[in-house]
């Protein structure tokens, strides 16, 4: 009985007994391995049609220019191939062990979430001169934007990233496959070359080399004396850039970069870049592909991003400000909590993209509250808002606009509350902040 099937070239050797052997995609069939025909071309066709599971073993032959298989070998040799086909049985394994997507619109990053766990392994980009990112992720090629998709995965942190390389890109085209060349700061010529400067000690003189030169002698241009001794007549106390296009002189040439794509040049100091890294897989993300669904979003990553945000300790400074103004002077203030249901309880009923529309509304109702003076926090998960300057009869008329918002847009008013803090609440919540610190 056969456990594994592998899609295979019609030239290939015969497969150990347990590997089934088919030559083309059929429907309903589980390929759990491939081997790429030699041919480079028809190997990347393959691979682009997408017609196999994007997370089979990949083996290529050594040698033909195929990038991002998993495994090379000589596929013609019956005994390296069955070498290669035990270590893509291993990682058949854990790919049948991985859930579907829950949502469609989350196949691509839990397919590169797959990839690296089911490897087991960092994933790096490699050079590409055919690329004008000049790096890409062959392992992922079967994704439309894997280097976009791997840093928000790191955003979300289920991805750690370490820094593999910089490119500095055209401005005018965004192409990495740039040529850096000195060039003259005036005219922007290429034709530059470095001169020797000769000091003269007795005038004082210094100019290129070519200046002093009377075919083999050294004879001073201001003085006309002739330079005998290194050392004693004259020294050489370093090199110039001259333009042999227009005749500017400098201490160092300019850096430009000229864009093989586009023609376009655009100076290295103005350039922008590219920073390019290797992933590793976080528990978290190996949590969200082997159970098919991503972590739902966090709202307060969201409102950290607000100038009112606080952290609970600023929070309860400002807030126990706003106390003592009002036991003084009398002036009004409102501190309210808004509690949302929780991230994973909204993400089953909702989904992601409806999750993130929520958020979205959340947000945008929040910004049109606050004023520059108020402040937000969010603790134990619920928003908290201090409002100075605001009477709190108007909460009922802010709790009514939040739930007839929500409600309108999303029809789910009931997914939060909001409360006002009383006095006693207030001093309570202040009493936690001072313990805790």
Same mark, same amino acid.
């Given at each position: 009985m056969t456990a594994h099937t592998a899609l295979v070239p019609p030239t290939s050797p015969p497969l150990p007994a347990d590997w089934a052997r088919i030559e083309q995609t059929e429907a309903g069939v589980r390929v759990d391995a491939v081997v790429l025909p030699d041919d480079a071309a028809q190997a990347r066709a393959l691979r682009r049609q997408g017609t196999f599971n994007p997370l089979a073993y990949v083996i290529a032959r050594s040698g033909v220019g195929i990038r991002g298989a998993d495994?090379?070998?000589?596929?013609?040799?019956?005994?390296? $191939? *069955?070498? +290669?086909?035990? =270590?893509?049985?291993?990682? @058949?394994?854990?790919?049948?062990? $991985? *859930?579907? +997507?829950?949502? =469609?619109?989350?196949?691509? @990053?839990?397919?590169?979430?797959?990839?690296?766990?089911t490897r087991d392994t960092e994933l790096?980009?490699?050079?590409?001169?055919?690329?004008?990112?000049?790096?890409?992720?062959?392992?992922?090629?079967?994704?439309?934007?894997?280097?976009?998709?791997l840093e928000r995965l790191a955003a979300a942190r289920l991805l750690t990233r370490r820094f593999h390389e910089r490119t500095h890109v055209c401005r005018d085209c965004g192409s990495a496959r740039v040529h850096a060349r000195e060039v003259c700061a005036q005219c922007r010529s290429a034709h530059v070359s470095d001169?020797?400067?000769?000091?003269?000690?007795?005038?004082?003189?210094?100019?290129?080399?070519?200046?002093?030169l009377q075919g083999t002698t050294l004879?001073?241009?201001k003085c006309d004396r002739e330079l005998r001794h290194f050392g004693v007549d004259y020294d050489a106390p370093g090199v110039i850039v001259q333009c042999d296009a227009c005749g500017e002189v400098a201490t160092e040439p300019a850096v430009e970069l000229l864009c093989g794509d586009c023609g376009g040049r655009t100076?290295?100091?103005?350039?922008?870049?590219?920073?390019?890294?290797?992933?590793t897989l976080t528990e978290a993300?190996?949590?969200?592909?082997?159970?098919?669904?991503?972590?739902a979003e966090r709202l307060q990553d969201r409102l950290m991003a607000f100038d009112?945000?606080?952290s609970p300790e600023s929070f309860a400074v400002v807030t126990d400000y706003c106390v003592k103004l009002g036991e003084r002077y009398a002036r009004h203030f409102v501190v309210m909590a808004l509690r949302i249901a929780?991230?994973?309880?909204?993400?089953?009923?909702?989904?992601?993209?409806?999750?993130?529309?929520?958020?979205?509304l959340v947000v945008d109702l929040l910004a049109q509250l606050l004023r520059k003076t108020d402040s937000v926090s969010m603790i134990d998960d619920e928003i908290l808002l201090c409002l100075p300057e605001t009477d709190p009869a108007s909460f009922a008329a802010i709790e009514a606009r939040i739930r007839g918002q929500m409600s309108q847009v999303l029809g789910i008013g009931e997914y939060i509350e909001a409360r006002l803090l009383d006095a006693e609440q207030i001093a309570a919540f202040l009493a936690r902040m001072n313990a805790d610190a």
């Open positions: 495994r090379y070998c000589d596929t013609s040799d019956r005994e390296e $191939l *069955a070498l +290669a086909l035990e =270590a893509a049985r291993v990682v @058949a394994g854990r790919v049948r062990a $991985l *859930a579907s +997507a829950r949502d =469609a619109r989350e196949r691509d @990053a839990l397919l590169a979430l797959g990839y690296l766990h790096s980009p490699c050079v590409n001169a055919d690329a004008s990112d000049f790096f890409d992720y062959p392992q992922l090629a079967f994704l439309p934007q894997p280097r976009q998709t001169k020797q400067v000769i000091h003269h000690y007795r005038c004082g003189t210094q100019r290129p080399k070519a200046d002093f004879v001073c241009p100076g290295a100091d103005t350039a922008d870049h590219v920073d390019w890294h290797a992933y993300g190996r949590v969200a592909c082997v159970t098919g669904r991503m972590p009112t945000w606080r929780d991230d994973q309880a909204l993400y089953d009923k909702l989904g992601p993209q409806a999750l993130h529309k929520y958020y979205d």
